[in-house]
């Protein structure tokens, strides 16, 4: 289920950082576990902000909501070993830095590491269905022009056959350690290796197709599959296809967005398919069959004898599928009686000798 971070905050949507900011300690402080409060929603609290308090994970939030950091995760560890240590709150002589990265060391992050693998761009591309492969779902294929683990070093950055020794930054650890004063006491945090990128190893000689980067930009084709029942605007996610960002680091996600084109006789409302049809007048009042269109071709629709306008008439399960879950929605058809336009001689004298009856 989507988090709503703006609401466990309390602020607006549109809210400012120093809003954002003001708000997080304001219930960090309330909710803390070592004052009485939650746990669950302290932890709660510290992850909106992660996600809020950063500029670019705010603006992915805004678009694809709480599902964009399914993968990323804040769960885990930290509670373990209760809260105790952190010191008061009363914040006197205390240099305060990002309270996001603050909570970063203790919720979530295995071992205290803090920032951990470097991570690549997400991107976005769009493909246009019509309105019948929404329904039914089809696999399209794409072409990317994107940067993609070089394909001589594997994304290592390192020349094939060179020898590979310990990095002397980190002394072959992947990790260099700081200590942070806070407003709970004394952190120490480790981070991934600026040299090494967390690898704790070095080739001793760089590739030469990349330059020891890593990197390679070129044309991936994807074959993507769009299952029935995606909407219009909706995305579908395909983990670590997006950009990668160099030696040591992890591909992002590619978000394939789906725009559906409109359809003649059909449209949309949650699972369902709504259309109208026409039927003769006579068959309304005397009952009979029609033909219709339904998402598998023409189809027979039977009236019952007295059908009056506007009735509705539903095909269970002819709608469009649930994307969580099984089954589908209903095609849901409205009838209203044919006004014909123009009339035979041999019509015209039907309806005239009706109308004398009051019909």
């Known amino acids: 289920m989507s988090k709503d971070y703006y609401k466990i905050l309390g602020v607006e949507k549109g809210a400012n950082e120093d809003e954002i900011k003001k708000s997080f300690r304001r219930l960090a402080h309330e909710h803390h576990p070592d004052k009485g409060g939650d746990q669950q929603k302290f932890k709660d609290i510290n992850e909106a902000y992660q996600i809020l308090g950063d500029k670019d994970k705010r603006a992915k939030y805004d678009k694809f909501g709480s599902a964009a950091f399914e993968q990323g995760g804040f769960g885990g560890g930290g509670f373990g070993q209760g809260f105790g240590g952190f010191g008061g709150f009363d914040g006197a002589n205390v240099d305060f830095e990002d309270l996001g990265d603050i909570f970063g060391s203790i919720f979530g992050q295995q071992g205290g590491r803090r920032g951990g693998q470097k991570r690549g761009s997400d991107i976005e591309t769009e493909v246009v269905l019509d309105f019948l492969e929404s ?35 980190c002394n072959g650890k992947g990790q260099v350690t700081r200590a942070t004063r806070t407003f709970f006491g004394t952190i120490q945090t480790a981070t991934t290796c600026p040299e090494c990128q967390g690898a704790g190893k070095r080739h001793t000689q760089s590739c030469k197709h990349c330059s020891g980067t890593g990197v390679e930009k ?17 995305a579908v996610k395909l ?15 590619l978000f394939v967005r789906v725009r559906v084109k409109s359809h003649p006789e059909f449209t949309r409302d949650n699972q369902d398919i709504l259309s109208n049809v026409t039927a003769p007048y006579s068959t309304m009042v005397l ?18 004898e007295g059908t009056q306008p506007g009735t509705v008439f539903k095909l269970r399960g002819k709608g469009f599928p649930y994307l969580r879950g099984s089954g589908s929605g209903d095609h849901l058809m409205t009838v209203q009686p044919e006004v014909k336009k123009k009339l035979s001689k041999d019509e015209r004298k039907a309806l005239e000798e009706l109308k004398k009856l009051g019909l």
């Not at 779902?137 to 070093?153: D, F, H, P, W």
């Not at 009952?287 to 019952?304: A, C, H, M, N, R």
């Open 135 to 169: 329904v039914k779902g089809v696999t399209r294929k794409i072409k990317l022009y994107t940067n993609q683990a070089c394909s001589v070093c594997q994304g290592s950055g390192g020349e094939p056959g060179s020898k590979v020794e310990d990095c002397k930054t």
């Open 239 to 253: 983990t670590g296809k997006g950009e990668y960002p160099g030696v040591g680091g992890k591909a992002g996600d």
């Open 287 to 304: 009952g009979g069959e029609i033909s219709v269109q339904t998402i598998d071709g023409t189809g027979k629709l039977t009236i019952p």
């Open 218 to 234: 070129k044309t991936e084709e994807l074959e993507v599959a769009l299952p029935g029942g995606i909407d219009d605007g909706e």
